[in-house]
């Protein structure tokens, strides 16, 4: 089997020329591919010398569109490969786990394995941000309990993948959600997911992280939003259409209670505020019905593609129209 190991970089000439050195050695036949995502410095020039001087073969890709997703969508658009790995340029993962992460892929166990960082304490006693221990914990609370899951690390960046999980998931979000988006999108259509615990350590000195706390902490508690509204709306409509119906109720009820009692409403507000949250609470129930007729169509889709995707048949025509095109 091929494999492609995808770095998308920004500004990391302190790093990626060690990245891909000591990633070439534990693999060295893989295809290297560095997607240079708008950098400022010396990035794109100090991977095209690593991969040059290590002999290793692979390509540095250019993404003027600002945001990891960005890159990791142009890397898996433009490269053909059996198995995908996917690691961050920040000297952060460690090569040597990688043969342990490839190994279940290859073996068909999974789909998708992810280098969990948090298991074993490896981030929490390398990470020197504590509110990004918090979200983590939030996002994937929040996962396990909507899908019924026992993930542990939601957002490792170091991951593989078979070429049926890259072609068949979307990147819809330009940034760091790339990870919870992926995982998200594995669980609701299941694929196998692994997770195997994997060493971690912190950026060296004078490589600064590209996240900050407060605005990605926001990108967190939206993606929380996200993860409801769009796998999850029996969930998150109906609790909308539950609040509004139980306090439509309890306003409506002194008025409805005055009118059987003194035959008028005294409380005309609270009967107009009333009757709008339960005529609320119906639209929301109806929009709840709508999305998840909706999702389960389309659900039932996707489950016929993967399979068309699998069959011989399938493959012979697609051959066929590949061909076609060319001519």
Do not use: W
Not at 25 to 41: I, R
Not at 163 to 172: A, G, K, Y
Not at 252 to 260: D, K
């Amino acid at each position: 089997m091929n494999i492609a190991v995808i770095i998308p970089a920004f500004n990391e000439e302190q790093t990626i020329y060690e990245v891909v050195e000591r990633f070439h050695e534990v693999l060295p036949d893989a295809y290297y591919v560095v997607v240079d995502n708008c950098s400022k410095d010396r990035t794109s020039e100090l991977a095209n010398k690593a991969l040059l001087e290590c002999k290793a073969e692979g390509t540095v890709l250019y993404e003027g569109r600002p945001g990891k997703g960005n890159a990791v969508r142009h890397a898996f658009h433009t490269v053909d490969a059996d198995i995908y790995v996917m690691v961050d340029a920040d000297l952060t993962y460690h090569p040597e786990d990688l043969l342990k992460m490839i190994e279940p892929v290859k073996q068909g166990k999974a789909d998708l394995v992810v280098g969990d960082r948090l298991s074993a304490g490896e981030y929490e006693k390398e990470n020197k941000r504590p509110f990004h221990d918090f979200g983590n914990s939030l996002v994937v609370g929040t996962i396990n309990k909507l899908f019924k899951s026992n993930l542990h690390d939601v957002m490792s960046g170091y991951r593989v993948m078979t070429r049926q999980f890259v072609e068949h998931t979307p990147i819809l979000r330009p940034g760091f959600e790339l990870e919870t988006e992926t995982t998200l999108f594995a669980l609701d259509n299941r694929f196998r997911i692994l997770e195997i615990p994997i060493k971690y350590t912190d950026r060296p000195d004078g490589s600064d992280s590209k996240l900050n706390t407060f605005r990605d902490g926001a990108k967190v508690l939206y993606t929380i939003f996200r993860i409801l509204r769009d796998y999850k709306p029996l969930i998150f409509f109906g609790t909308i259409a539950l609040f509004c119906g139980i306090l439509g109720v309890a306003l409506g009820s002194m008025p409805v209670y005055e009118y059987f009692k003194y035959e008028y409403v005294y409380r005309v507000p609270s009967a107009i505020v009333a009757t709008g949250l339960i005529v609320l609470s119906g639209m929301f129930i109806a929009i709840l019905l709508i999305l998840t007729t909706i999702k389960n169509y389309f659900r039932a889709l996707f489950e016929i593609l993967l399979i068309k995707r699998g069959s011989p048949a399938f493959n012979s025509d697609v051959k066929k129209k590949i061909h076609n095109i060319a001519a």
